[in-house]
């Protein structure tokens, strides 16, 4: 019975998910979150990102490793990258270890029962626009829905990765 109530619910969340129609503004300016960090307060269920230390170009490809580090046992997480659309382009998000990740433009994890994995889980793979401006951006990940095998949503949190834009450098003389 309890597996059929979370399918249940599982199936509206992403019937409303696909529902949901973005608003733009006329004028857009970039997007920056705010960056988080060791001292972030984190939620029971909690992600960590990491991704390139050093300047990445327009052009490039840039693969942000997610890793699970508190668990207090899931049977369910819905999870979308978060990044400014201007800047970054999603290739592909892929699951990384023992959790059953569907995969697309976000992640979707369900089971009948409580899972209690930490590690790395997930690899996400942005473009950076060849439009891009130089400068600093974030790419996160936020955690839209988790519960466990109980139905009791668990709340979770994700810290986010810094990522500095910059010009090609200049070869040859012109």
């Not at 819905?78 to 592909?92: I, Q, R, T």
């Not at 998000?93 to 979707?108: D, L």
């Not at 899972?115 to 996400?124: A, N, P, Q, R």
């Not at 974030?138 to 990522?163: C, P, Y």
Request: charged fraction near 20%; glycine fraction near 8%.
């Amino acid at each position: 019975m309890k597996k059929r109530i979370l399918a249940l619910l599982l199936a509206v969340v992403q019937c409303f998910s696909i529902l949901i129609v973005p608003a733009y503004a006329a004028e857009t300016k970039p997007v920056y979150f705010e960056l988080s960090g060791d001292a972030a307060e984190t939620k029971p269920l909690h992600f960590e990102l990491s991704g390139p230390a050093e300047a990445v170009y327009p052009g490039d490809e840039v693969t942000i490793v997610v890793s699970l580090v508190k668990n207090p046992g899931i049977a369910m997480i819905d999870a979308k990258p978060v990044f400014d659309k201007k800047v970054f382009e999603l290739v592909k998000i892929s699951k990384v270890g023992e959790m059953s990740w569907t995969t697309g433009t976000g992640a979707f994890f369900v089971e009948a029962e409580n899972t209690y994995f930490t590690g790395e889980t997930l690899k996400m793979v942005f473009k950076v626009k060849e439009s891009a401006a130089y400068g600093d951006y974030a790419l996160g990940l936020n955690i839209e829905l988790a519960a466990n095998e109980n139905e009791e949503i668990v709340e979770g949190s994700a810290t986010t990765v810094a990522i500095k834009v910059a010009g090609k450098p200049v070869t040859g003389i012109s």
